[in-house]
């Protein structure tokens, strides 16, 4: 039996955070050994909301690199960059033509883009889930790992599917989002403000990258409150945060007793902050050493994308084909 495809899609837009890795690479790494793995960086994307490119070549290279140094083993699993994939254009095209302007408006990331950006809501901003939506189909992909801000995207991809298929044919299979656990990941950033992000407050974002002190500063000045007066009190959404990190980067020792801290009210935050700070330095550091060390090696960089180009591009023609005719575009 075939295995089931996997696909998915980091925007360089900045540097990897500890919400990319517990939404999005945690799960390649995993899935990369039971399936047939596409990962690749939307730099196409990126350019719907960071018009200069003065730093997107570094960010690629960075991005490829983080992915490796987090364990992608790029021989396994296909790493690529979209934009070295014209294929994903020339489907976003015809996906283009069933994607309805309503629809497209009411999309919650085109919304708050809108907002952020007033300036400049281009076309490829508000088509932005089409491009998402080819670039999943080209590899007619039915896994997503992806964190829960992208749950609306791979709904509107799986409509995409379904009407292509109505209009020309059962073409693709139906996409959809996945974790390892039941719920899709939504890590929150250290101020309690919206979900870590690469844009947002940096003071309040855990990069993969970040010096051991930085790590340390940023934990410790986490938001906490004076801790639960009550036994079992349910934990506010910025405390529960602590908690998903302790787990992630812990031993189930050091999670358990403060657990028991907290439902017993007797919870210092601020020795749980120096113990998550300890842990987490030790998860990072060589994450960023590695990924340090392989963007240094422009060499061997250009060998993984023009390896991953190869193919991607094998696969995404092979789609194309089947497109084309089930359009009705075979003209010789
Ligand atoms: P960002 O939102 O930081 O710019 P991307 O949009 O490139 O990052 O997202 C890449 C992947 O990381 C997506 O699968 C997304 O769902 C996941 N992701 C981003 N931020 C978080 C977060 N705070 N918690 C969980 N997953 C996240
Ligand atoms: N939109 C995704 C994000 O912001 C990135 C992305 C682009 C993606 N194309 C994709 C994710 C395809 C999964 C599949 O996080």
């Known amino acids: 039996m075939n295995k089931q495809v996997v696909l998915s899609g980091i925007r360089p837009t900045g540097f990897l955070h500890l919400g990319n890795y517990f939404g999005a690479l945690r799960n390649y790494i995993k899935m990369q050994e039971e399936f047939d793995c596409y990962f690749f960086v939307a730099n196409w994307h990126s350019l719907t909301t960071h018009p200069d490119t003065k730093e997107l070549k570094q960010s690629v290279y960075r991005v490829i690199a983080e992915n490796i140094a987090c364990g992608l083993d790029y021989k396994k699993a296909t790493l690529f960059v979209q934009s070295d994939v014209p294929a994903i254009a020339e489907l976003y095209l015809y996906l283009n033509m069933m994607a309805y302007k309503g629809e497209l408006e009411k999309t919650t990331t085109f919304k708050d883009k809108v907002r952020q950006q007033p300036e400049n809501v281009n076309a490829g901003l508000l088509t932005y889930p089409v491009l998402q939506t080819a670039d999943i189909l080209i590899h007619r992909a039915t896994l997503v790992p992806v964190g829960k801000d992208q749950e609306q995207h791979l709904e509107m991809a799986r409509n995409f599917a379904e009407r292509f298929n109505y209009r020309y044919g059962e073409t693709f299979p139906l996409p959809k989002a996945f974790n390892y ?44 409150d004076s801790g639960p007066t009550e036994p079992n009190t349910q934990k506010p959404d910025y405390i529960t945060n602590l908690f998903t990190l302790l787990q992630l980067v812990s031993t189930t020792d050091t999670v358990e007793k403060f657990e028991t801290d907290y439902n017993n009210c007797v919870i210092r935050y601020g020795d749980m902050k120096k113990q998550l700070a300890e842990d987490m330095v030790a ?9 340090a060390e392989l963007q240094a090696n422009e060499t061997l960089m250009k060998e993984i994308i023009q390896l991953g180009a190869e193919k991607a591009n094998k696969n995404a023609q092979k789609t194309l084909q089947i497109v084309r005719d089930a359009i009705g575009l075979n003209y010789f």
């Open 181 to 224: 656990g039941n719920e899709l990941i939504k890590i929150l950033s250290l101020d309690g403000n919206g979900k870590m992000s690469k844009s947002e407050n940096q003071l309040a974002t855990l990069y993969l990258a970040d010096e051991d002190d930085a790590i340390r500063k940023k934990i410790m000045r986490a938001k906490t």
């Open 283 to 291: 998860f990072i550091t060589p994450i960023r050493e590695k990924a």
